[in-house]
């Protein structure tokens, strides 16, 4: 099974409260990723879990949390949503298979955010 | 700036006929590109992907052609079908961190029966 799983397909939000995004996989993969993807752009990294290690890229860095309480699953956190957070979030998973080889992503659905 | 580049955000092609989908990238450092398809209400999945030591990747109807030294890509898929209709994203990374994926906007095919 290499499904990965994004609850829900859809969020409402309003301006200044939190959110919370879940995904989960079943695949044992030891790297979990969050991508957004806002209309008419590209998919962006926004962080990813090597294990229990958290990586946040530097331009998102203050506005997205993350969470991993465990192997199959990993949360993204708002604090205080914004308008701009309006976007489909696409969680991805893989397994690092070191040296050169490279990692196949294995992407939710993705949940797609909207923010009032 | 866009690191990758995709050079159309919609492809309309016939049945049979071999659609072509362009990608360009700035980052020389850049050395695995896989192609990314993604149906309506699905999350991408890897299609094929080249290595830069590679020119040329096939895999059944689906054909990559690299060019290392003006740093662009094509995605060759012959006798295009209606059901290879998807967005199509190019995308770049380096070893040891190819998880960490810069993408294409992506290239919306139609394959008209």
């Known amino acids: 099974d290499t499904t990965v799983k994004q609850n829900p397909r859809y969020k409402l939000a309003r301006v200044g409260k939190p959110v919370n995004l879940i995904c989960s996989q079943t695949?044992?993969?030891?790297?979990m990723y969050w991508y957004q993807k806002k209309p008419n752009q590209a998919p962006k990294l926004l962080l990813f879990?090597?294990?229990?290690?958290?990586?946040r890229e530097a331009d998102t860095f203050e506005k997205f949390q993350s969470s991993r309480p465990n192997n199959s699953f990993c949360s993204l956190y708002i604090g205080s949503a914004g308008l701009e957070y309006s976007a489909m979030y696409l969680c991805?998973?893989?397994?690092?298979?070191?040296?050169?080889?490279?990692?196949?992503?294995?992407f939710g659905s993705g949940t797609r955010l909207t923010v009032l | 700036q866009q690191q990758v580049r995709q050079s159309s955000q919609s492809l309309t092609v016939w049945e049979g006929e071999t659609a072509i989908l362009n990608c360009s990238y700035e980052?020389?450092?850049?050395?695995?590109f896989p192609w990314y398809q993604q149906f309506p209400g699905e999350g991408p999945a890897l299609l094929i992907a080249?290595?830069?030591?590679?020119d040329k990747k096939e895999d059944g109807r689906f054909t990559i052609f690299f060019n290392k030294r003006e740093k662009n890509l094509s995605l060759h898929i012959k006798d295009s079908q209606p059901g290879d209709s998807a967005t199509y994203f190019c995308?770049?990374?380096?070893?040891?961190?190819?998880?960490?994926?810069?993408f294409g906007l992506g290239t919306t095919l139609q394959v008209q029966p």
């Open positions: 995308a770049a990374s380096i070893t040891g961190n190819t998880g960490k994926l810069i």
């Open positions: 980052n020389s450092a850049f050395d695995y």
């Open positions: 991805a998973s893989s397994r690092r298979l070191g040296g050169s080889s490279a990692e196949t992503l294995y």
């Open positions: 080249i290595r830069s030591v590679s």
């Open positions: 695949m044992n993969h030891d790297t």
């Open positions: 879990y090597y294990d229990k290690i958290l990586n």
